[in-house]
């Protein structure tokens, strides 16, 4: 009735959401308002240092003007047309990705997320698996992961993911998944069989704990995918763009001479839009065997095999041109590689009992900590009622500065690949007086 309050206005943002948003996160504690580069401000004003990036995703930080720009821009043009009609930003971006990321030729396909993405790279594989089947004329379908792996939260995405916290409670899972420890190479080859299709692996693993490959594990992958005519499918979703220092992560891990390594098909999201919900995947221009030239592997997914209503749209395409010509023509991977190396070294000069290894490349960092000597110092820690790195963020964000957890034991550090070294050192003054207070405990 006219005259009567809102009721609905009155409630605080997280009364809201205990009362309307399915409880699928375990959120903290503060509502976010606004943000600007590396920071951002919650509503009452606190002003907090981002080194979660929105966990990867804030790739040039928060409102950068490139982005603001472009999106205004596209907003009073087109928004959305349907992907049964062309819109010449997709293409754009498909160009730029296929030319200036992955510099091979391929085709593009779009989608809304990273788990959107690798369901793609699991349906290329089934399909791959069809029409190269087993020597009998039986279809492939079984993929290799490895463990500690993250491959989004889909059926297929869960199903994929060598972590069986992600899989409670959702059997029976998607068959044809096999997962095998990381960088073994021989349990990798072990692991190959008759129905075996595709190996699926990130070059460095994000949600896992930040664990990186090495390089003859890479190379050993690429050799039994080209032995065993399966497709080698590189998931670059976190750890990809500019993030550990190159545009492919497995650059970062090999050098630019890849010796041999081609990826079959890679999948983005997070940093690709920076900020703006997008995924893709990138598939080989290439035969899909000797004997079947035809249709091309990057034309296996033809019209009525896959597809996204929203994947594309001339709005979303334009923002991630946007980021990713922002990224290469400021060559902010050398930033993120020198910047990280710069935070590796600096932690590692503290010598802390609480912390075991610094991990990553570039600006994907994993901060390991002492489960042990965290226990003795925190009573919900030993207790079991509170994980060590669950304890060390919810500090860390008590004193101003967001990061992200990954498993029990590792803090992630995930600025914007344009954060400062003035920045970047107000982070760890932070970060080194949480540690000194606990150590002083």
């Known amino acids: 009735m006219k005259g009567e309050k809102n009721s609905v ?3 605080t943002t997280e009364a809201l959401f205990d009362r309307y948003v399915v409880p699928n996160y375990g959120r903290f504690p503060v509502s976010m308002a606004r943000g600007e580069g590396s920071w951002i401000w919650d509503e009452h004003g606190r002003k907090y240092l981002d080194y979660g990036g929105g966990i990867a995703v804030c790739a040039l930080g928060h409102a950068p003007p490139c982005l603001s720009a472009v999106l205004d821009a596209q ?3 087109l928004i959305h047309c349907s992907n049964l009609y062309y819109n010449r930003q997709q293409a754009l971006l498909a160009q730029h990705i296929t030319e200036k990321i992955i510099g091979a030729p391929g085709k593009i396909f779009f989608c809304n997320s990273g788990a959107e993405a690798n369901d793609a790279l699991i349906k290329l594989a089934r399909r ?3 029409a190269v089947p087993q020597a009998g004329g039986a ?6 992961t490895f463990e500690n792996s993250f491959h989004g939260r889909t059926l297929g995405g869960i199903a994929a993911t060598a972590q069986p916290k992600v899989k409670e409670g959702f059997a029976p899972l998607l068959p044809g998944f096999v997962h095998v420890p990381y960088n073994d190479l021989h349990g990798a080859r072990e692991a190959i069989g008759a129905k075996t299709v595709a190996i699926m692996l990130e070059a460095v693993q994000g949600e896992g704990g930040v664990h990186t490959a090495t390089p003859e594990f890479l190379l050993g992958i690429a050799d039994l995918c080209r032995e065993h005519q399966l497709l080698l499918m590189v998931d670059e979703v976190q750890c990809g763009l500019g993030r550990t220092g190159d545009l492919c992560a497995w650059h970062t891990v090999l050098g630019k001479e890849e010796n041999g390594f081609a990826p079959d098909a890679v999948s983005w999201a997070k940093g690709l839009g920076g900020g703006v919900p997008i995924g893709a995947i990138w598939v080989r221009d290439r035969a899909q065997a000797e004997h079947e030239p035809e ?3 990057c034309n296996l997914l033809g019209p009525g095999s896959h597809g996204s209503t929203f994947g594309g749209t001339p709005l979303v395409s334009a923002a991630a041109l946007a980021v990713l010509e922002e990224i290469e023509a400021s060559r902010w991977w050398e930033h993120a590689r020198d910047l990280g190396q710069w935070i590796r070294d600096e932690i590692r000069s503290w010598q802390s009992g609480l912390i075991q290894e610094v991990r990553g490349l570039g ?5 390991c900590l002492d489960a042990e000597n965290m226990a003795s110092r925190v009573p919900a ?5 509170v994980t060590p790195s669950l304890h060390i963020v919810r500090a860390l964000m008590g004193e101003g500065l967001l990061t992200v957890p990954a498993g029990d034991t590792v803090v992630r550090l995930l600025p914007p690949l344009n954060t400062s070294r003035e ?3 107000e982070a760890l003054k932070i970060f080194r007086g949480v540690l000194a207070e606990l150590e002083g405990a």
Not at 139 to 144: K, L
Not at 381 to 385: D, H, L, P, S, Y
């Open 381 to 385: 820690v030993r207790g079991g009622k």
């Open 295 to 297: 249709p091309r592997l």
């Open 75 to 77: 907003s009073r043009k």
């Open 9 to 11: 206005s009155e409630e």
């Open 139 to 144: 279809q492939r379908h079984e993929i290799i």
């Open 423 to 425: 920045e970047a050192a």
């Open 128 to 130: 791959f698996g069809h």
């Open 363 to 367: 600006l994907m960092l994993g901060v």
